[in-house]
């Protein structure tokens, strides 16, 4: 997960007014319509209208596991505009019959932000595993739920979310709440501090350590990164060392597959090689155990 720095809501609501004109001013009266009844009621205009904008800003990747979306034109099997507070009813989570368990509240059941349902800062683009099979309704905080009506701003501040919100800047920088160790998504802030729990709760919710295709994803990554960092630092030939400079910059830049693996990985070569090295082997040896498992038998 990585911060779009593009997703500033200023800038969402001028993409917004360009890409498709007069929605705001649609969605304004059908929140007019849903505060005034007390509770959300789908209808025009449609937030799919305008998921290109944030696939844009977004790089095409998901917000939450920067898995690719499938491009503009893959329909609606591939990816939603996803409520980062859920417009219905919030359900508790984690549900009791699954784990992980912790020794702390994660704010249980509560009214929808049906106020928020047409709020562009409430917005992102997620792949259908993040939001269909993991976001659905659940918004875990470490307060008490929000007053209805409030801004989103009043209910960050009351509610201290556990969930990374990665558009704008209005939240904490994603980087600096997890971390990577060769695949290994982690929480980077001290135990017990608030910001490590939103690191470990973020990184549990969207199932960032146990999906298949975000380790290939990953490892295509570190493979890709370590390459061209040994070419960059040992290739006598100019042309390819330059070459190499501009993948490094590539992978790593916010259009980058899995960037904040790859950032992650970058720092580890350039700080500890050695350690760097461990983990591609670990990595590699991994993946492939993985991809013989998944391999059909032969008879």
Same mark, same amino acid.
């Given at each position: 997960m990585i911060r779009y720095p593009g997703a500033t809501l200023a800038n969402v609501n001028a993409l917004v007014d360009a890409e498709k004109p007069g929605w705001r001013a649609d969605a304004d009266a059908r929140t007019a319509a849903i505060v005034a009844a007390g509770e959300f009621s789908k209808g025009p205009p449609s937030w799919s209208d305008i998921k290109v904008v944030f696939m844009r800003l977004q790089s095409n990747k998901c917000a939450f596991c920067e898995f690719p979306l499938g491009g503009e034109f893959a329909g609606k099997a591939t990816q939603d505009v996803e409520h980062y507070r859920p417009k219905n009813a919030v359900k508790a989570w984690p549900k009791k019959s699954k784990t992980p368990k912790y020794a702390f509240g994660t704010g249980g059941e509560g009214e929808g932000y049906h106020w928020l349902a047409y709020e @562009?800062?409430?917005y992102a683009a997620a792949c259908k595993a993040c939001n269909t099979a993991r976001k659905s309704n659940y918004f875990p905080i470490a307060n008490v739920r929000g007053a209805v009506g409030a801004t989103a701003a009043e209910l960050d501040a009351a509610e201290l979310p556990y969930l990374i919100f990665p558009l704008g800047d209005a939240d904490e920088d994603p980087e600096t709440l997890i971390a990577f160790e060769g695949l290994?998504? @982690?929480?980077?802030?001290?135990a017990d501090s608030h910001a490590?729990?939103?690191g470990r709760i973020t990184i549990d919710f969207f199932g960032l350590n146990k999906r298949e295709e975000l380790w290939e994803d990953r490892f295509r990554a570190i493979s890709a990164l370590f390459e061209?960092? #040994?070419v960059a630092k040992t290739n006598p030939d100019p042309a390819r060392?330059?070459? &190499?400079?501009?993948?490094i910059s590539d992978m790593t830049s916010t259009s980058g597959p899995q960037a904040a693996c790859a950032r992650s990985f970058l720092r580890l070569l350039e700080q500890d090689p050695a350690r760097a090295w461990d983990y591609?082997?670990? &990595? #590699? &040896?991994?993946v492939l155990k993985e991809r013989e498992k998944r391999a059909p038998k032969l008879p």
């Open positions: @562009l800062s409430n290994v998504a @982690l929480p980077a802030r001290p490590h729990r939103r061209a960092v #040994d060392v330059e070459m &190499a400079r501009r993948r591609y082997v670990e &990595a #590699d &040896a991994f």
